[in-house]
């Protein structure tokens, strides 16, 4: 009982049996980790608002794309050869595309970056286009339901950053887009979703 206290984890029981049936039974101590978990949601929220915002390219920006790249690829800072893969979906990954897998700001210059797809969100070598949104709205609601399911302050520390960019970008998507995305993924869309979520895609 001590250790789960001091440690906040479960000892050869699930993450549920250590929240409902330990920590619970101490009333003093489920105050003392709701502070807690409010302070690093909020300290979470507030990271992922504060580092830069994944770059978007609408539905307008493509179309304007194909008839004039130059003025596109200068608007979104890219070499217009880049520009061209990104519209021929060459560069995805899982939320974006990557339009500079080498020099980006999570590993060293020249390597092929090591980072979780997660990371795309706040990357300044991402951009976000239409084609992207139904796996960025399946992963934000599984992100949701997963809330649900995991040990509050581990779900703070894992998803709460990567949830509130996501709710961001969102919130700059026409509802109905957003709508249609949610209506419209594929099976094959979902199962990137799931893969991505359940670690599948990492470099191990």
Avoid at 51 to 73: F, H, I, K, W
Avoid at 79 to 105: F, I, M, S, Y
């Amino acid at each position: 009982m001590t250790f789960v206290e001091l440690h906040q984890m479960p000892v050869a029981h699930t993450e549920q049996t250590a929240v409902t049936s330990y920590l619970a039974r101490n009333r003093g101590n489920i105050t003392e980790y709701r502070k807690v978990v409010a302070a690093t949601l909020a300290d979470e929220v507030t990271k992922a608002r504060t580092r830069g915002a994944l770059a978007v390219m609408s539905a307008r920006d493509v179309q304007r794309a194909r008839t004039d790249p130059e003025a596109v690829a200068a608007e979104q800072q890219l070499d217009v050869t880049v520009l061209q893969q990104v519209l021929a979906k060459e560069l995805d990954t899982v939320l974006a595309a990557c339009t500079d897998n080498r020099h980006g700001p999570h590993g060293p210059p020249g390597a092929p970056c090591p980072a979780s797809f997660m990371l795309c969100l706040g990357c300044e070598c991402a951009r976000a286009l239409p084609h992207h949104l139904p796996v960025q709205v399946l992963v934000h609601n599984r992100l949701a339901e997963r809330r649900g399911q995991m040990d509050p302050l581990q779900w703070a520390e894992r998803f709460a950053a990567p949830h509130a960019q996501l709710a961001d970008l969102l919130d700059q998507q026409d509802e109905a887009a957003v709508a249609d995305a949610r209506r419209g993924a594929t099976d094959a869309e979902r199962s990137l979703a799931e893969r991505f979520l359940n670690r599948e895609l990492d470099l191990r």
